[in-house]
């Protein structure tokens, strides 16, 4: 099975639990997510299998939108409601126009330092690992951007916002930031990744309707295309001469311009091939190839026509 399943993760379980599930229904090894939630969120989680698992790197370029409810007053050590609370404070006298002020330094591009409890690994172990020891680990800072972040809703303590941001952004240490600035504490008390580049959660597919998919073998009703991870990628049709040259790696001599990279299909509208343009020649190189329909009928090796028909 090769294509892509918009899941809407639950609040609860990992996101390898999510994986691990759909490798139990489908019987496919290759399965794999485009960006973790924590146990404690929900939300947009985008499965890829099979051949699909080659492009889960270009889905780590969009950005994604996040709906986060944060507890004013309450710091804890995770940054989330998870965790041990090690500071309170009265939240009462913040207004909204504090917070409106406070959340202008947290817009455009920042540097954000990571929280202790989370998966990055050092020297080989997750600091999440480190941290529970005892051994409170130095994080690096990083460099995210924050592309929106509005106030949906402020019921003291409760504030509810709306953020789109780029990969590698920590939520919660945005939550366990804002409630320092404001001078009170914070943490992340929920989060639900509402939308991850194409991949919306008002079309993602909870985990119990993929079990129930699967007893009435239908699975593949639900399963995207290769494609659909590119659906912002500009494309380009080839003729059957082109088709050859892709299939054997040859550069291609294509009229494209403003472009740096192209999805590439054959005449019937099958998805083929990943095209980069090489700044030295000037042509285009095929970079992952994932063969026609035609291949397949050949008998290929390696190929498989599922998932490929736009």
């Known amino acids: 099975m090769d294509g892509i399943i918009n899941v809407s993760k639950p609040s609860g379980p990992t996101s390898f639990a999510i994986v691990a599930q ?14 973790t939630l924590d146990p404690l969120a929900a939300g947009v989680l985008p499965l890829f299998l099979g051949r699909a698992t080659r492009l889960v790197e270009y889905l780590q370029e969009y950005p994604k939108t996040y709906l986060a409810g944060v507890t004013l007053g309450v710091a804890t050590d995770t940054y989330d409601a998870g965790g041990r609370v090690v500071a309170t404070a009265d939240a009462s006298g913040i207004t909204s126009q504090a917070i409106a002020v406070s959340l202008d330094s947290f817009r455009g591009t920042i540097t954000q330092i990571p929280p202790a409890y989370s998966a990055i690994k050092q020297n080989g172990r997750p600091l999440y690992e480190l941290a529970r020891q005892g051994l409170m680990p130095v994080v690096d800072p990083r460099q995210v951007s924050i592309y929106r972040l509005e106030i949906v809703d402020y019921q003291p303590p409760l504030l509810t916002l709306d953020i789109e941001c780029s990969k590698g952004t920590y939520i919660r240490s945005l939550a366990n930031d804002l409630g320092q600035i404001l001078g009170v504490g914070a943490h992340l008390a929920s989060l639900v990744r509402t939308a991850y580049g194409p991949f919306d959660i008002n079309d993602a597919i909870r985990p119990e309707r993929l079990t129930q998919a699967a007893a009435e073998d ?25 088709e050859q040259d892709v299939c054997f790696g040859r550069q291609l001599a294509l009229e494209a311009r403003e472009a ?51």
């Open 22 to 35: 759909l490798r139990r229904l489908t019987k496919e090894k290759r399965v794999g997510h485009g960006g």
């Open 218 to 242: 239908t699975l593949t009703t639900l399963v995207r295309p290769l494609d659909a991870v590119l659906a912002f990628w500009p494309l380009v049709t080839l003729t059957k001469e082109q």
């Open 260 to 310: 740096r990279r192209l999805r590439a299909y054959d005449e019937g509208g099958h998805f083929l091939a990943l095209l980069c343009l090489d700044s030295e020649t000037g042509a285009w190189q095929p970079t992952k190839v994932f063969g026609t329909k035609a291949d397949i009928q050949r008998g290929f090796p390696g190929r498989d026509v599922r998932g490929m028909v736009r």
